[in-house]
């Protein structure tokens, strides 16, 4: 297992290299059979480019860089088998985004698919991280929507600086993925929302945003531009004035 992610952390630093600053490290994880590796590969062919072959099972990883208004997204997609899944806490450092799949269709392990998620937010090192839930197979009839899947994983009920959205998509048509991507690159190029207001974004933030309008709105919210202001100008910022 150590070999294999000296390996890995070999690859990344070599794309932080080659693709600058603009690069954002995104986790894709979900139980197995979820729709990963899906995703991954249609991403990947929606921007006009031919993805590399899938890397070996016993690897457990596939990884592919992928370009989104803007931001450059290393993908890394972790195999969701009970057995890959302690590689999942090895790659969490410098991972500024979290992309969660889960199978819509698969209601008998919704409740394993939540116990993973949130034993994996407990984790340090995904402290304020940005959690996009990819809602997939949202194609096939017996499914769960959007809004019971919200409550089955208990979203509501994550660690208040996760900041996290839930994309109802399929990923063999790639229905919903743009829209899914357009929430995570916003959030991601919005780093100072949270870190200079912290309190702030507690209350006015931590909210589902059923749309990247609603989500801009409340970034762009009169409350939150004079708290960015009085943050950048002083590093005690006074947050009585919200109240």
């Known amino acids: 297992m150590g070999q294999t992610i000296g390996v890995l ?3 990344y630093e070599n794309m932080l290299e080659k693709y600058g600053p603009w690069q954002r490290r995104v986790l894709m994880v979900g139980l197995d059979n979820a729709g990963k590796t899906t995703v991954l590969f249609t991403l990947k062919s929606r921007n006009g480019e031919k993805p590399a072959p899938p890397a070996p099972n016993t690897m457990g990883y596939n ?17 969701g088998h009970s057995t890959n899944r302690v590689a999942w806490l090895q790659l969490l ?3 500024q985004g979290l992309i969660f799949v889960v199978d819509s269709n698969d ?45 089955k994983l208990q979203l509501r009920t994550l660690p208040f600086d996760v900041w996290w959205h839930i994309q109802e998509c399929c990923a063999t048509s790639g229905d919903g993925l743009s829209q899914g991507l ?11 929302v949270t870190d200079l207001i912290q309190p702030l974004y507690d209350y006015r933030l931590h909210q589902q945003t ?25 590093s005690e910022a006074s947050f009585s004035s919200f109240d």
Not at 112 to 132: P, T, Y
Not at 182 to 190: E, K, Q, T, V
């Open 9 to 11: 952390d070999c690859i």
């Open 63 to 79: 990884v592919e860089m992928v370009r989104h208004q803007g931001i450059m997204f290393s993908l890394w997609d972790l195999g």
């Open 93 to 95: 450092p410098d991972t």
């Open 107 to 151: 209601k008998k392990r919704i409740t394993e698919a939540r116990d993973e998620l949130h034993k994996l937010l407990k984790n340090d090192e995904l402290s304020g991280v940005r959690l996009l839930v990819l809602a997939n197979k949202q194609d096939l009839d017996d499914k769960f929507t959007t809004d019971e899947i919200t409550e």
């Open 182 to 192: 357009d929430w995570l690159a916003s959030a991601l190029a919005n780093p100072q």
């Open 210 to 234: 059923d749309t990247l309008e609603d989500y801009q709105r409340a970034l762009s919210s009169d409350d939150v531009s004079s708290a960015q202001k009085s943050a950048k100008g002083s």
